[in-house]
């Protein structure tokens, strides 16, 4: 990683148009009392659970606020940063910048992918250097379909918490807990060799405290998680950098995120305003400056998509967020035709599975009823016995 010069420009004097709570004046001359030294910044501000805004090197980023943005948090710390700046890179435990040395399982030579190999398809380096290669993501809730999906050569299975939806037949995604996560992880986990696992955090185990959010992830990666998602912006940026601290790599999400559909009212389209774009804009640079490895977004237009893709160090993955992005997921139900409630407008169904399904089905009961199934050929034969067929009668 680069050494930034962190005495290069001191820091400048909290906006007076924020609240000056004690918290931020602390922080503020924490940062000028240790500046000298980046990592030792970044270690003491993580383990104080408050994110300094101003150890950054400048780069303007248009229609965004000069002054940090300061919110609380669930452990009660303020979290600042400053969305005009770029933070990645500077700091160990908080970019995810290519270079940053990462926890994560290393390159492993075998055909592995993995959270470095993921992130160095965006900047690809040595022999691969002129080789961007966009990155592949489907969902997956079982051993089978894992198991297809990884000799088929997707680079990232995702068992996304729309398993609600899919497979167990919720109306959204909020129902779906921990344990039923755990689950469908071992499954997938079973199945698949090659490809990343990425586990979505339910609805409710990310939102009480940081240590929760923890614990939570800790036990999607025991079970076979080798990533977590969680949806959110910036105010997802505590959970985020906690998980990264405790060596769990982290995908975020942003746009649409299904877990907020009390809130939306509705699935839309999100980021078609100039206001709420530049939110979604303010939400993408602050995951990766909390230590994302990636971002999923979700049904936002094409060109915001594009924007964010060029301006973010880490992978974008689009799903309904157009082809400008570094890769692509598609909830597997919907490529397959196996999606009952419809299939979205962004989304391509490669078969219809579910018709030959139902086909299938069809015809067995038909041959069933009607004596064709099982055939002779079809059934075990004991040889003591002479084969004298039973005379049952149909009703
Ligand atoms: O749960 C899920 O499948 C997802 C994808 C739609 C990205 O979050």
Redesign the pocket.
């Known amino acids: 990683m680069g050494s930034p010069s962190a005495l290069a420009s001191l820091p400048s004097f909290p906006s007076p148009r924020l609240d000056l709570t004690p918290a931020i004046l602390i922080e503020f001359l924490w940062e000028i009392g240790t500046r000298a030294n980046s990592k030792k910044i970044s270690r003491k501000f993580i383990s104080n659970r408050v994110f300094s805004p101003f150890f950054s090197h400048e780069r303007p980023f248009p229609n965004t606020r000069k002054w940090p943005t300061c919110r609380p948090t669930l452990s009660r710390s303020v979290f600042c940063y400053n969305p005009s700046v770029d933070v990645v890179g500077l700091h160990p435990s908080m970019g995810a910048a290519p270079e940053v040395n990462m926890s994560v399982t290393s390159r492993t030579g075998n055909g592995k992918i993995t959270v470095p190999d993921i992130l160095q398809r965006k900047f690809p380096v040595g022999e691969f250097e002129n080789q961007t290669q966009r990155i592949t993501?489907l969902?997956a809730y079982d051993y089978p379909t894992a198991r297809l999906l990884d000799e088929s050569g997707v680079d990232i299975l995702?068992v996304?918490?729309?398993?609600?939806m899919?497979v167990l037949g919720y109306d959204n995604?909020l129902p779906v807990t921990l344990d039923e996560m755990l689950h469908h992880v071992r499954a997938v986990r079973r199945g698949a060799s090659r490809a990343l696992i990425v586990a979505?955090m339910p609805f409710g185990t990310f939102h009480v405290s940081p240590e929760e959010t923890v614990r939570h992830a800790l036990r999607l990666v025991k079970d076979g998680a080798e990533a977590v998602?969680l949806?959110g912006g910036e105010k997802r940026m505590e959970a985020i950098a906690r998980l990264v601290e405790s060596e769990i790599p982290v995908m975020a999400?942003i746009g649409l995120t299904?877990q907020s559909v009390l809130e939306l009212g509705g699935f839309r389209v999100q980021g078609k305003s100039v206001e709420s774009a530049e939110r979604l804009m303010r939400d993408a640079r602050a995951v990766e400056a909390a230590g994302a490895f990636s971002v999923?977004l979700?049904s936002v237009p094409r060109e915001l998509a594009a924007r964010i893709t060029q301006e973010l160090r880490i992978p974008t993955?689009g799903?309904g967020a157009g082809p400008d992005c570094d890769g692509q997921?598609?909830?597997f139900h919907d490529l397959v035709g196996l999606s009952v409630n419809g299939t979205p407008k962004f989304a391509r169904q490669y078969v219809n599975i579910g018709e030959q399904i139902s086909r299938a089905a069809r015809e067995y009961c038909d041959d069933v009823r009607n004596g064709r199934f099982p055939s002779d050929a079809e059934s075990f034969h004991a040889q003591q016995w002479p084969a004298e067929p039973r005379k049952t009668q149909i009703h």
């Not at 996304?160 to 609600?164: A, C, Y």
């Open positions: 993501c969902t995702l996304g918490d729309s398993l609600g899919v995604t979505d998602k949806e999400h299904p999923v979700e993955i799903i997921v598609l909830v």
